[in-house]
């Protein structure tokens, strides 16, 4: 016999494991990435961003406790098209439902109009999935901590002007970004040298 069908199927099963080995590894591939923290921007990077953040609870923030539960998370950094030279950048900071579609629809409108967006995800780098509704998660107080630790990350950004942060928030983001503005969170959690120069709380569905 020429060629023994024995041996054919296992060639076969061979060559299905071996392809989906490969496709586990490229899916796996971009979810390692996402996850490795950075302390600089000074590479002039975009796209999905992690840092390390600290997961305090209310009663930690407010006595002005530094020591949590370490996370990683990230979020999307958009440059506006055609823009030269440091553009201003608006955080995006998103409710109880996570990152979606409202915050990639405000994304959109603001790159129009020439300023860059960071679209942060607080929740899925701390584990949590959707429904997120369902409890355990931080805090409005608590996501204070990542709007900062975004803000001192992104103003070594070389495309991003750093007195010209913003920070917007939807539903539950909008009451992080209403409490970021009080000096007193500043002083204790906020990054040295580095301000928001305006914060924007999001009407309701918005």
Not at 59 to 74: C, H, K, M, N, Y
Not at 94 to 112: I, K, P, S
Not at 143 to 159: C, E, G
Request: aromatic share 8%.
């Amino acid at each position: 016999m020429l060629f023994d069908p024995h041996r054919r199927c296992a060639l076969s099963l061979i060559l299905i494991l071996v392809v989906a080995v490969v496709a586990l590894v490229l899916r796996a591939a971009p979810a390692r990435a996402e996850t490795i923290p950075v302390t600089t921007l000074s590479s002039g990077p975009t796209g999905r961003i992690a840092f390390a953040t600290t997961t305090l609870k209310d009663r930690q923030f407010l006595r002005g406790e530094r020591q949590g539960s370490l996370a990683t998370i990230w979020g999307d950094l958009r440059l506006p098209p055609q823009a030269t030279g440091r553009v201003p950048v608006v955080i995006l900071v998103h409710g109880t439902v996570g990152l979606g579609a409202r915050e990639e629809r405000w994304a959109d409108e603001f790159n129009t109009l020439g300023v860059a967006t960071f679209a942060l995800d607080s929740f899925r780098g701390r584990g949590l999935a959707p429904p997120f509704e369902s409890g355990g998660l931080p805090s409005p107080l608590a996501m204070i901590v990542d709007v900062y630790r975004a803000l001192a990350l992104l103003v070594t950004h070389p495309r991003l002007d750093p007195g010209r942060v913003a920070i917007m928030g939807f539903s539950r983001g909008g009451g992080t970004a209403l409490y970021a503005s009080l000096k007193r969170f500043q002083r204790v959690h906020g990054p040295a040298g580095a301000e928001f120069a305006a914060y924007l709380r999001s009407i309701r569905g918005a």
